[in-house]
Nanobody, 124 residues
Framework: QVQLVESGGGLVQAGDSLRLSCAAS????????MGWFRQAPGKEREFVAA????????WYTDSVKGRFTIARDNAKLTVTLQMNSLKPEDTAVYYC?????????????????WGQGTQVTVSS
């Protein structure tokens, strides 16, 4: 069974950094689109970042541009999210997602497979 497993979440202070990782198991070929979404308490799940199969195209939501960096290693079937200058408003459960790329990168509908989520808490 194919699954995505996230790691790297935790409790940090504002201004600190965290690196989230996501590994795909049970699969030997890469997904076209890999992304990160987040969901804060009482809010809908929102797009954070996505990366194309080649890694050439990367997209970010405006609130994380310049602070977060998404990367992927197709040989290792992993995708990472480097988060710098974290803010309290970044507090959420972060989800890794993988998809065939048939939809729009910022839409959850473009992704067929989701991880279980990892909690990121940023204190002020």
């Amino acid at each position: 069974q194919v699954q995505l497993v996230e790691s790297g979440g935790g409790l940090v202070q504002a201004g600190d950094s965290l690196r989230l990782s996501c590994a795909a198991s049970g699969r030997t070929f890469t997904y076209n689109l890999m992304g990160w979404f987040r969901q804060a308490p009482g809010k809908e799940r929102e797009f954070v970042a996505a990366i194309s199969r080649s890694g050439v195209s990367r997209w970010y939501t405006d609130s994380v541009k310049g602070r977060f960096t998404i990367a992927r290693d197709n040989a290792k079937l992993t995708v990472t999210l480097q988060m710098n200058s974290l803010k309290p408003e970044d507090t959420a459960v972060y989800y890794c997602a993988a998809g065939g790329g048939s939809g729009t990168y910022y839409s959850p509908d473009a992704y067929e497979l989701w991880g279980q989520g990892t909690q990121v808490t940023v204190s002020s």
